[in-house]
């Protein structure tokens, strides 16, 4: 039997890694977990984040995951170094992959980081590029609309580029060359929040990142699936499964065209 890569996030948003697994590595099977009954979770306090990673991180073992992949900032931010305690398969987050590629990507050294209120509060991202570069300028800002209009599948209205572009008003008398999309929700939102920006920002989206550094972890154990026949994807969301399995489907387009999906609806928590 394969062994599954389980990636789990507070919603849709760990779609952006699941695509870039799926893209980098189509022989790897993946389980899924969407929180959508509780997100989001940058709102929320540290411990409650910290126990519901816990709780599904415990539903997704019963699988026999070979890694886990903590495909939301705010979970990786606070519960990170306590799922690795907690589990005996290498655990990876998106925020260190998110920061090198952003010190990879800057020219000017000045770095936007947006992201819930949890992952700015938490300053995970400012301390993750200060280790590669203590030189490095770093402008943070809390977006706590975003993520709503996501979870809705509201990507490209004018009132999402309204919503966006007032938002990040405050970092218009910046000068950023590089912004990091420090939540998984927002790339979903990257075209509204290209033109806020405007064409002299390079988005940073740590999907890319995070797949090619499980992809190493993988080869580096040898872990890689090698079997020739298509894997089944599982994919669990805790709130509506027909607005989670629109979004998942429209975003990962071909990728789930191609191979065998199944959708199932767990019992975790107390919603």
Not at 98 to 106: D, L, P, Q, V
Not at 125 to 132: I, M
Not at 162 to 189: M, Q, R, W
């Amino acid at each position: 039997m394969q062994r599954p890569i389980a990636i789990l996030d507070s919603g849709v948003g760990g779609l952006t890694v699941v695509r870039e697994v799926m893209r980098q590595l189509p022989r790897e099977k993946v389980i899924y977990f969407g929180d959508t009954a509780r997100t989001p979770y940058g709102p929320r306090p540290a411990e409650e984040v910290v126990r519901f990673t816990r709780e599904i991180v415990t539903y997704l073992m019963q699988y026999n995951p070979k890694m886990i992949i903590i495909a939301c900032n705010t979970a990786t931010a606070v519960a990170l170094e306590e799922i690795r305690s907690v589990v005996d398969v290498p655990v990876i987050g998106v925020i260190n992959p998110g920061a090198r590629a952003a010190i990879n990507s800057t020219k000017s050294g000045v770095v936007g980081i947006i992201g819930t209120v949890g992952t700015v509060r938490s300053r995970a991202y400012e301390q993750a590029l200060k280790r590669l570069n203590p030189n490095i300028h770093v402008a943070s800002l809390a977006c706590p609309l975003f993520v709503p209009l996501v979870e809705q599948g509201n990507f490209h209205s004018p009132e999402t580029f309204h919503i966006v572009e007032d938002s990040l008003t405050p970092l218009k008398e910046i000068p950023l060359d590089t912004l990091i999309l420090g939540c998984t929700h927002y790339p979903f939102l990257s075209e509204s929040i290209g033109r806020a920006v405007g064409p002299g920002v390079q988005l940073i989206s740590s999907d890319n990142e995070t797949a090619r550094e499980m992809s190493t972890i993988l080869q580096e154990t040898g872990k890689l699936a090698s079997q020739a026949e298509l894997p089944v994807h599982r994919f669990f969301c805790s709130g509506d499964p027909a607005l989670f399995k629109s979004i998942a489907q429209q975003w990962l387009g071909k990728q789930i065209e191609l191979t065998p999906v199944v959708w199932q609806i767990p019992q975790i928590g107390n919603h």
